[in-house]
């Protein structure tokens, strides 16, 4: 089966290679990319790595209900490892990975770990599609179908990400609990024995890291932090457009947009975004900004190594510091709560 899944994910990379490969002229291509100041990309790796520690204070206060004061190094550390492990290992394995890895460090459910993670990746879709949405009432001269387009599918996902958060809300309180439990323990049943209450006790405490259980006060800055993750995040992407000639022509809002269609490209579990990130990039650069292939080439090529060098030099730097090894994330096993 595991034979199977890299065969999938190396024929969809390669296949969105091929998209993004088509017609690009790599000789131009790389002469763009040599005219680009240096100031361009340094400074859109900085943004990057400082993004690390928002991130990181952003996941200490999902996970304050379970462990309070996690040292924030500490899951900067872990921060930088899941991304580490996410461009190495296909199928997104540094996400579980970096939840399960610091609740082994810190001494909480591992399960607890995991449901941050989930909570992670919803919240920021969540926003992702609120900075969309938001973002169309101010876009007034783009009207490529690709924004169209998008702007359908945000209307109909924004609710059902909101009503993905009612349910976590729903599942956690008492009377409606108490029937989860009942029908967790009674699937279980098909399982064996010596592994049973194991499973049910991790699938319970799951659950329950799924409700934001904060004071207003903590809700309030997990809120905050998280508009801002991606709100710091998007004039970096802006700033290095400004080193291509086209860059004149787009403004920090219209650059929303394509952030939010390369953030959701990341879904695609290839290695290191290899693929998904160049197909998607190109595609929309040419289609929401008219930008001709060889230049969104350029761009995308620029910014995808800029952004591995950032996801995998700070990652492994904190593995090694961890002293984890690769072993142990591909034998990471559930432990009794």
């Given amino acids: 089966m595991r034979y199977v899944k890299i065969i ?3 024929g969809l990379v390669g296949i969105l290679l091929f998209f993004f490969l088509k017609n690009v002229d790599f ?15 340094l400074v859109f790796l900085l943004g990057l790595y400082v993004q690390f520690y928002i991130r990181a ?10 462990k309070n004061k996690i040292p924030i190094f500490t899951l900067y550390s872990y921060t930088t490892i899941g991304f580490f492990l996410s461009s190495i290992i296909p199928g997104k394995v540094g996400e579980p990975a970096k939840g399960i890895l610091l609740a082994g460090e810190e001494k909480f459910s591992r399960s607890y770990g995991l449901a941050s993670v989930v909570l992670e990746r919803l919240i920021d879709t969540l926003m992702m599609f609120f900075l969309f949405i938001v973002s169309l009432f101010f876009i007034k001269d783009n009207n490529s179908q690709l924004l169209m387009d998008l702007r359908t599918i945000a209307y109909f996902a924004f609710p059902i990400i909101l009503l993905f958060f ?21 699937m279980a049943k098909v399982l064996p024995t010596r592994i ?13 890291g799924l409700r934001l259980n904060l004071t207003v006060g903590s809700f309030v800055k997990l809120l905050i932090a998280s508009l801002v993750v991606w709100l710091f995040l998007i004039p970096f992407y802006w700033f290095l457009m400004r080193g291509f000639i086209f860059g004149a022509d787009i403004s920090p809002l219209e650059t929303v947009p394509y952030f939010c269609i390369i953030v959701a ?3 695609i579990p290839s ?13 929309a650069l040419e289609k929401l900004y008219a930008v001709d292939t060889n230049p969104a080439a350029a761009y995308t090529i620029l910014a ?34």
Avoid at 27 to 41: C, G, M, T
Avoid at 166 to 186: A, Q
Avoid at 273 to 283: C, I, L
């Fill in 8 to 10: 999938l994910i190396v």
């Fill in 27 to 41: 000789q131009e291509v790389f002469a763009i990319i040599s005219s680009v100041d240096l100031i361009y990309p």
């Fill in 57 to 66: 204070y952003r996941w200490g206060l999902i996970l304050k209900p379970h």
């Fill in 166 to 186: 009612f349910l976590f809300y729903l599942l956690n309180t008492e009377k409606v609990f108490n029937y989860v439990e009942r029908f967790i323990r009674f």
């Fill in 196 to 208: 049973r209450e194991k499973v049910i006790s991790f699938t319970l405490n799951f659950v329950k």
């Fill in 265 to 267: 490209s990341a879904i």
């Fill in 271 to 283: 290695p290191g975004m290899a693929g998904s990130f160049d197909a998607v990039s190109r595609h």
């Fill in 304 to 337: 995808h190594f800029l952004i591995l060098m950032v996801m995998m030099i700070p990652g492994m730097i904190a593995f090694w510091v961890k002293g984890i090894k690769l072993k142990t994330v591909k034998n990471i096993k559930d432990e009794p709560e």
